[in-house]
């Protein structure tokens, strides 16, 4: 495939810090490039969570762009409607909602990777339930990517962040 990213896809898609947080507009490809980044972990056999605020944000938007990048790619795949997950080439990639309480069921997982779409949308506890599944494999990663506008408990984590210096955190705008 031949795309032309934008810089803040690419540094989104090849960032290696623990936390990757992509805030920008409506358009920008949020979707676009966290489908892209859920394919380049599983192929590295990088089991993830994604989380968006509803189900038809998360079958719509990102794993309906997860599901049109996997069939231009040579790779085995299926996605469970019931469990609402993927299987690429063995790897999981599990999918749940932040809020009706579906996010709860990712207890117990072991991921590498956590998705957050949308995270303004939903409360601190999402991402504070979901941190614990990342175990069992080196070099964890949060990646969020959010719309900018009421950015709640996002907003003062990344301040908080960002007055640390911390040195395992990026923000892409």
Known sequence: MDYKLWNGQYEFLTSDKL???????????????????IYKEARDGRPSIVVSPTFKQLTLSIFGELKTLLKTIPTNWKYDSQMNSFDIDGVPVYGFTANNGNYEKMRGASVANLF????????KIVMDTAIPCLRGFGAPRVLVATSPKGMNWLGVDIKKRLR??????????
């Open 19 to 37: 936390f990757t947080y992509l805030i920008c507009g409506r358009g920008y490809g949020k979707s676009f490039i966290i489908a892209h980044r």
């Open 116 to 123: 957050l779409d949308e995270a303004r949308e939903y409360e």
């Open 164 to 173: 640390e210096k911390d040195p395992d955190f990026k923000l892409i705008t």
